[in-house]
């Protein structure tokens, strides 16, 4: 069965961190879930590539996905070569998401940045009915880049109140302890001497307050985005 919104992340954790709200809030609304993680992290420094998938499992489980799969694709060597986007396109033509959410093209570690550009052009790629991957031909409609940590000068397109997600969110992250027991930083988040959970909550109430809320999660679109009632506009101005 497909899904309504996948996120494809370079390595298990990274959609816990950056977008586990809007996708437990999709689950919440009743929309089907599902997370394409490109790597197993063979080659993380701390754990190891079964204890994160049991991590990963338990983390599925609190999101309430529908679907978790692993593309297998080399952690720390990830490229946007021919084999992998044959990977990547039969893993995207198998959830057939009508959204996706991708890392931010611009990441402090090399695989966020080829994971967010081999997914953009897989999505493209999938859709081409001559295209020689497994699967049928399928586009997903809408990418959103998660934009939680990035320090780079750009707005956020919207930001998604995850008031009501972010405990949940929490759990989920804490499901790697592996990974962050102890740290004071991970992936793109720089350290403040803060643990991590500590410094997630503050990230993403700094991200609510955005929009007037407890907790938020930023997310950038190429597109423009469509406003049906400007009458209805939400976010204070004045
Ligand atoms: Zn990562």
Redesign the pocket.
């Known amino acids: 069965m497909p899904v309504d919104i996948l996120a494809i992340?370079?390595?298990?954790?990274?959609a816990e961190?950056t977008c586990a709200g809007a996708l437990l809030k999709a689950v919440d609304a009743g929309y089907r879930a599902g997370i394409l993680d490109l790597t197993a992290?063979e080659t993380a420094t701390r754990g190891n590539a079964d204890l994160r998938a049991e991590e990963a499992g338990r983390a599925a489980e609190i999101l309430g996905l529908a679907e978790r799969r692993n593309a297998g694709l080399p952690d720390a060597h990830l490229h946007n070569s021919e084999e992998a986007r044959r990977i990547v396109i039969g893993e995207i033509r198998h959830f057939a998401p009508r959204v996706v959410i991708l890392?931010f093209p611009v990441?402090r570690?090399p695989?966020?940045r080829v994971?967010s550009e081999l997914g953009r052009d897989c999505c493209f790629l999938a859709g081409l009915a001559r295209y020689d991957a497994p699967g049928s031909p399928y586009r997903p409609h809408k990418i959103l880049y998660a934009l939680s940590y990035r320090e780079d000068p750009l707005k956020p397109t919207f930001v998604v109140d995850i008031t009501g997600q972010f405990d949940r969110k929490l759990a989920a992250i804490r499901c790697y302890s592996s990974q962050f027991d102890g740290a004071k930083a991970?992936?793109?988040i720089f350290p403040t001497g803060q643990d991590l959970y500590s410094l997630v909550e503050t990230q993403n109430a700094h991200y609510g307050s955005l929009i007037r809320a407890r907790y938020g999660e930023p997310f950038y679109t190429h597109e423009t985005v469509a406003v049906d009632d400007v009458i209805a506009l939400g976010v204070q101005s004045l």
């Open positions: 992340a370079a390595h298990r954790d990274d961190l992290g890392p990441g570690h695989d966020h994971a991970a992936g793109e």
